[in-house]
């Protein structure tokens, strides 16, 4: 057997990891199992809900793990923009299940709500958080930039679409071709922001030192925990969403509340804890870069591709809110760029997001 760092790279074993990160890695396979048998065994709604909530969170976490070990050999912008892509896996399979399952309501407030939890909630924790020292937490500002145009086009085609409901227009008539029309004009936009993005990022220090230098795990271990929380993500989302109806009725909460807060917090469990957790660390740069990208990849990617996707079920999803949603996204994209647009936020500013948040909920809980 080969030794060394080449021999720990072409034969990834556990021994590589900390006794906490193969406690989680432990954690999520027993979470995951329980989830599985709680579905299969027939258990009481709400316990199967909550045990899959669970298995979510936790393979959140691996992927979380894998992916930042698979980007320390890049830039902020690189890892940044896979650890979104990854962490938004498990909403990817909530809300296919979920139009699958017939639950439009669901599918739809659950890419909503991801959208806000993450540009509000999220994004405000990580500010108080990352600015608890100094009361200023400072950034590159080109990303927030960036994030406030690609959220405004997402704000264009989601308020052109229900002024034109609200007027009774013939184009009014037509609301999935026009959202299929929009859904490929985002992913063009999304696509042409992401090469340019993509090159021009900058290796970290540590990426200069060598390709596992400021990596904990060899990189082919990585990929294969990616992977495999990925397939489990999978069967986790569908468990999920089978337990939600029969646990919304059994709670006695709505299904746009479940979908905006319960579903969307759950699915983005990654960027819930990575970047908060990177925050803490002091590590700005990629804290925004995680939370940023998710933003617009919720708003550019992730809800013009399951608008595509929808097509292949009963239940079709298109950009047509409710007015207080379209209302709530247009204004969230001006607080965003108002607020971290110039490279900076503070305290008070990230407190004002996670206010925004909590109000929106309580609309949703009350409505």
């Not at 193969?22 to 009481?44: Q, S, W, Y």
């Not at 909550?50 to 830039?75: C, D, I, K, N, Y």
């Not at 896996?89 to 890419?111: M, N, R, Y």
């Not at 900058?202 to 990596?215: C, I, W």
Request: glycine share 8%.
């Amino acid at each position: 057997m080969v030794k060394g760092r080449a021999g720990r790279a072409c034969c990834p074993t556990m021994s590589s990891l900390t006794r906490g990160q193969r406690i989680v890695l432990a954690v999520a396979v027993l979470a995951t199992a329980a989830a599985g048998a709680a579905h299969f065994g027939d258990a009481p709604s709400v316990l199967a809900f909550a045990v899959a909530a669970v298995a979510l969170a936790a393979l959140a976490s691996v992927v979380s793990f894998a992916t930042e070990q698979v980007g320390a050999r890049f830039g902020p912008a690189v890892t940044g923009v896979l650890q979104s892509t990854l962490g938004n896996l498990p909403e990817f399979f909530i809300v296919v299940f979920a139009l699958s399952a017939g639950q439009v309501v669901v599918a739809q407030t659950s890419v909503v709500g991801s959208l806000f939890a993450n540009a509000l909630l999220v994004l405000g924790v990580v500010i108080v958080v990352g600015a608890r020292r100094d009361g200023v937490m400072r950034f590159r500002a080109r990303l927030p930039q960036d994030t406030a145009t690609l959220l405004l086009s997402a704000s264009f085609v989601i308020a052109l679409v229900a002024l034109a409901v609200a007027s009774h227009d013939e184009a009014a008539r037509h609301v999935e071709a026009l959202s299929a029309v929009a859904a490929v004009c985002l992913l063009a936009i999304y696509g042409a922001w992401l090469w340019g993005y993509l090159r021009s990022d900058e290796p970290s220090e540590a990426a200069h030192d060598g390709p596992d230098a400021a990596a904990a795990a060899p990189l082919a271990l990585s990929v294969v925990l990616l992977a495999v929380s990925g397939a489990g993500a999978a069967f986790a989302s569908d468990w999920f969403v089978d337990a939600l109806e029969p646990a919304i009725e059994t709670l006695g909460i709505s299904q746009a509340f479940a979908g905006l807060v319960i579903v969307a917090i759950a699915g983005n469990a990654v960027e819930n804890v990575v970047g908060i957790v990177l925050a803490h660390k002091g590590d700005a740069d990629l804290a925004i870069s995680v939370v940023k990208n998710s933003v617009a990849q919720v708003a550019v990617f992730l809800f013009p591709l399951l608008v595509l996707v929808s097509f292949v079920f009963a239940d079709r999803l298109t950009f047509q809110l409710a007015p207080v949603y379209v209302g709530a996204i247009v204004l969230t994209a001006i607080a965003l760029w108002q607020i971290t647009g110039d490279g900076e936020a503070t305290v008070f500013e990230g407190i004002a997001l996670i206010a925004m948040y909590v109000t929106l909920a309580a609309y949703a809980w009350l409505d």
